[in-house]
């Protein structure tokens, strides 16, 4: 192998590398953002929601009538 060669396979390599930690790093953006609160639309906010419900019908369940 002559050093052009060595040179492009470690171009090559490189150049997968930093496509796939770019690709990697917008999916991790993506998923950061579904877990703050925006105001209802995230999953976030939804569990939140649904935490307040299962606490409503617990308080119903357990009062005694």
Known sequence: MTA???AAICA???TI???FTIG???LVKGW???LRPNSGS???D???RLEKRVDD???ILTRDN
């Open 12 to 14: 090559a390599i490189t």
């Open 32 to 34: 950061l953002n579904e």
């Open 24 to 26: 990697l790093r917008f």
């Open 57 to 59: 019908l617990f308080v």
């Open 42 to 44: 995230s999953i976030k």
């Open 4 to 6: 052009v060669d060595i």
């Open 17 to 19: 590398f930093t496509g």
């Open 46 to 48: 939804q569990i939140t």
